[in-house]
């Protein structure tokens, strides 16, 4: 198969070099808006694996703000995290090694923590538990739960910075 490259035609050479540049802008111009509208669709279907919310109650805001909790998990920990919030009953999804798990169901007061086992062991049951009845049980009553999860996910942060400063300091 053979690419035929399109000839420019122009009167004066000066035209023909204008021309080229004319084209050449088209094909640059064309590669950059398709690599800006591939990073959107990306952007996009991060945030619907990083947040599902079934009830509605999360603004566009608030689902920017989890979804950036959750991207600096995985930038710097190397951590998938997904949260789900159902208006009813809900079943755990498959989780693998590396994905965290924040199931949310405030019609039921039905709260579901699933961290992968290394992170599980470093953080601890007493602080898991106190995710669950400081931050997310209590915010169902008020209905404060989605700066509730925000909270949540800056205290995993937090006490995961805590730990590695810990390592590091010994």
Known sequence: MRINIPRVHGSTPKEKLVRSLALILVFVAVIWAFMKNNERVVEVLNQASAVYDETGVLT????????????????????????????????????????????LAPAIDVVELRFPPIVRKALGKEFTESLRTTFLLPSFKDGGWPMA????????????????KENGSE
């Open 60 to 103: 566009k805001d608030e689902k920017k703000m989890i979804v950036s909790f959750t991207g600096a998990l995985r930038d710097k920990w190397g951590l998938e995290c997904r949260i789900q919030v159902y208006a009813g009953d809900f079943v755990v999804p498959h989780l693998d090694d590396k994905t965290m798990y924040i199931g």
């Open 149 to 164: 999860i925000q909270e949540v996910l800056v205290e995993i942060i937090k006490k995961l910075d805590s730990l590695n």
